[in-house]
């Protein structure tokens, strides 16, 4: 059997049957419906050297990542991705990294029981309800999106760091009652500083980056 027949071809390059780990830069991703072959894989990484590139290309359907039951990681930021359909159900996925996509709607992440690191900044997310029940989300990042309400957090057990740059918020009353919040990024926000004054009282052990 050739190699060519025993590999998976996948963004220009081939990789085997059983491969864990792809990580790749600047690749011609046209579509992930080769990842359908790949059961065993467990980090999709595909990143850009251009962090500001706007998402273009070939839309990304992420349909086919169902059959790939083990992914703990994913990170593809400045893709053509507007759906996560398909992230649904992955009970081991620890980190997902959508930066610098079209991706709005967080439904399909409501209830994963191992997600702890979620990057959505310059997304069109706006709406933070579905993360309410994802209680071991550790750090979330959603810098430069339309975010306004963060109310849906407070409370959250796990919730280490929270980066709110650029986004809607202007009350910050939820930031006080995350027990476990240790760093939060409050640069450009509609906030006075008698509000950021309030919370430095309430949390003096939590790093403010203003």
């Not at 990304?60 to 359909?85: M, Y």
């Amino acid at each position: 059997m050739t190699e060519q027949a025993s590999t998976i071809l996948f963004a220009g390059q081939r990789f085997p049957p059983g491969a864990k780990v792809i990580d790749l830069v600047n690749a011609p991703v046209v579509t992930l419906d080769p990842l359908g072959e790949l059961p065993e894989l467990r980090v999709l990484r595909i990143r850009q050297t251009n962090p500001h590139e706007s998402p273009g290309g070939a839309l990304l359907d992420l349909s086919v990542l169902r059959k790939c039951p083990h992914l703990a990681v994913v990170e593809i930021p400045e893709q053509n991705v507007r759906s996560l359909a398909g992230v649904e159900n992955h009970q081991e996925l620890h980190t997902l990294d959508l930066s610098f996509t079209r991706v709005a709607d967080l439904t399909p992440l409501v209830g994963l029981p191992g997600l702890a690191i979620l990057r959505l900044r310059h997304t069109r997310v706006a709406d933070l309800a579905p993360l309410a029940s994802i209680s071991t989300l550790q750090e979330l990042d959603i810098a430069h999106t339309p975010v306004a309400d963060i109310s849906v957090l407070r409370h959250h057990p796990s919730l280490v760091a929270l980066d709110l740059r650029a986004t809607r918020v202007t009350d910050l009353s939820a930031l006080a009652e995350m027990p476990a919040l240790r760093r939060v990024v409050v640069q450009r926000l509609d906030v006075d500083e008698a509000a950021i004054g309030q919370l430095r009282k309430a949390r003096p052990g939590v790093e403010m980056v203003v």
